[in-house]
């Protein structure tokens, strides 16, 4: 049976597809082409891979873990206004940017400024410690010690990133995009070091769009361009997310509207896309959904109802509108597998909780050290809070398993599934995977019509069990499918309480 879209992507993890069936052959009908999947870690985001499942399997959505409070914005030139947070790892140094500003809640549509926004840095060695050097590049009201890297246009949403691009010259190694639309568009800087910053033209590189968000470039090195998203509007005043490609992010072209699988029109504020480290043919977007629930009960049972009444009266939106993170990936930039279950959602309850641009997540993904000695490295999020009220807005790690975002999933009784065909380059497969203690996970390797490939059938197949980010995979103790490399196969896996995150050859 094929994968049902419309229940894996809207339905998260109550999204069971269940049929029972004696034998494991691909479906009848026309099969998905051969892929050429090389030696590529392929995660379970979407469905791309998978052409059949039987018995009880699922795609199983998954959450990041909250931990500590890394950060709060408190200085005089910071604010609860501080936001748009841009977070990555530059060889040892951990780096950190974000829009430095504070306001006041008040009666009228209007948030008066107390201070003017400005782009600020922080660094760790770590991801979890960090600090706010006293750069001494700009002041606030005459005090240089500060940590501010730029002021004036861009300093909105100031978004840096690492050129990646071969052959970029060191002097300017990191960008930035930044600016809005009334200050003509988005600027594009450059630095050598991520402190010192330059305009790399005078003039904006990107016109078309409302840019009233945190809006990003990179480097794409599976079609050798880079890649823009930025804020937009529909025709129907929806926020919408933007794209276009250039090869020297000066001159853009191909510029058009993300679309998406099987979802819904919905207000996205945020874009986040990155090529994911560990498959970089893989774009994962953490686009921040903002939904307004109007005045009912249930909002006035949420967190600080004194405040939420104040930011009421100076506009409904200030405290009707709800935030959260998103999850969407993509094999070809524009075309998106949406989750229209929340990735990172409010959660339970508590002070500074479920109000408009809680959640938010910085831009980018790092890996941080589990706090369980000898347990893999983590993906770390860093998530917005503290905004609209007090000292000034802080930022929350949350953390997730490597590959971590979706797995194929299926309970005690089992459940299977088989891929479309396949070639591949390398003599063993690894599988990111995560059993209980009597569950398990076998994994047959077919043939393109699907019959079992002697040596490798389920019969040959070992057992495997554990916890494990890449396990090599086994047949009667031989791990070696050399000899299939370029060869178009399936993969049968076969699971009982187990998680499937992703595979791979090498």
């Not at 998203?229 to 025709?235: A, D, N, Q, S, V």
């Not at 989750?339 to 959640?359: E, K, M």
Request: aromatic share 12%; proline share 7%; charged share 25%.
């Amino acid at each position: 049976m094929p994968i049902d879209r419309r229940r894996f992507l809207g339905g998260g993890a109550a999204a069971a597809v269940t049929v029972h069936a004696a034998a494991a052959r691909p479906a009848p009908g026309k099969p998905k082409p051969v892929y050429a999947m090389g030696s590529r870690r392929e995660l379970f985001v979407d469905d791309f891979l998978v052409e059949r499942t039987s018995g009880e399997l699922f795609y199983q959505l998954h959450h990041p873990i909250a931990r500590e409070q890394v950060i709060r914005h408190a200085e005089p030139w910071e604010g609860v206004g501080s936001a748009y947070h841009t977070v990555f790892q530059d060889g040892d140094t951990y780096r950190m940017y974000y829009r430095g500003h504070n306001f006041k809640v008040v009666k009228g549509p209007n948030l008066p400024k107390t201070n003017q926004e400005v782009a600020c840095y922080a660094e760790s060695r770590d991801g979890i410690h960090w600090v706010k050097p006293e750069l001494g590049l700009f002041d606030h009201q005459g005090n240089k010690k500060t940590n501010i890297v730029w002021r004036g246009n861009g300093c909105h949403n100031f978004s840096p990133f690492v050129d990646r691009r071969p052959g970029c010259p060191d002097n300017a190694r990191l960008k930035a995009l930044g600016g809005l639309r009334r200050e003509g568009g988005l600027y594009l800087f450059q630095s050598p070091d991520g402190v010192r910053w330059s305009l790399a033209r005078n003039k904006p590189v990107i016109t078309n769009g409302y840019f009233d968000s945190q809006n990003i470039a990179f480097w794409d090195p599976t079609i050798h361009k880079y890649r823009a998203y930025w804020r937009f509007f529909t025709p129907a005043e929806t926020r919408a997310i933007r794209t276009a490609v250039s090869d020297d992010l000066l001159t853009w072209s191909d510029e058009r509207d993300l679309t998406y699988v099987d979802s819904p029109e919905q207000h996205m504020y945020t874009n986040n896309i990155i090529p994911y480290f560990r498959a970089p043919h893989l774009l994962l977007g953490f686009p921040m959904r903002y939904t307004e629930r109007g005045w009912n009960p249930s909002m006035r049972a949420l967190p600080d109802l004194e405040n939420r009444r104040k930011r009421i009266a100076a506009h409904p939106r200030y405290g009707q509108a709800l935030t959260e993170t998103q999850i969407m990936s993509s094999r070809d930039g524009t075309r998106f597998a949406l989750w229209n279950d929340a990735f990172l959602p409010p959660g339970i309850q508590r002070p500074d909780s479920w109000y408009y641009a809680h959640n938010s997540v910085a831009w980018n993904i790092v890996t941080t050290k589990s706090s369980l000695p000898g347990a893999p490295d983590e993906l770390s999020f860093y998530a917005g809070g503290g905004q609209w009220h007090g000292p000034g807005s802080t930022l929350t790690r949350h953390t997730l398993r490597q590959d971590g975002f979706v797995s194929v999933r299926s309970p005690s009784r089992g459940g299977e599934l088989i891929t479309r065909p396949i070639t591949f380059q390398g003599r063993r497969l690894t599988a990111n995977f995560a059993t209980s203690a009597a569950g398990t996970m076998k994994v047959e390797l077919q043939s393109a019509t699907g019959e079992p490939i002697p040596g490798f059938s389920l019969s040959d197949a070992d057992e495997t069990f554990g916890n494990e980010l890449d396990r090599t995979v086994s047949w009667g103790g031989s791990t070696d499918v050399g000899r299939l490399a370029n060869r178009p196969i399936r993969i049968r896996v076969t699971l009982r309480d187990a998680d499937l995150y992703a595979i791979k050859f090498s």
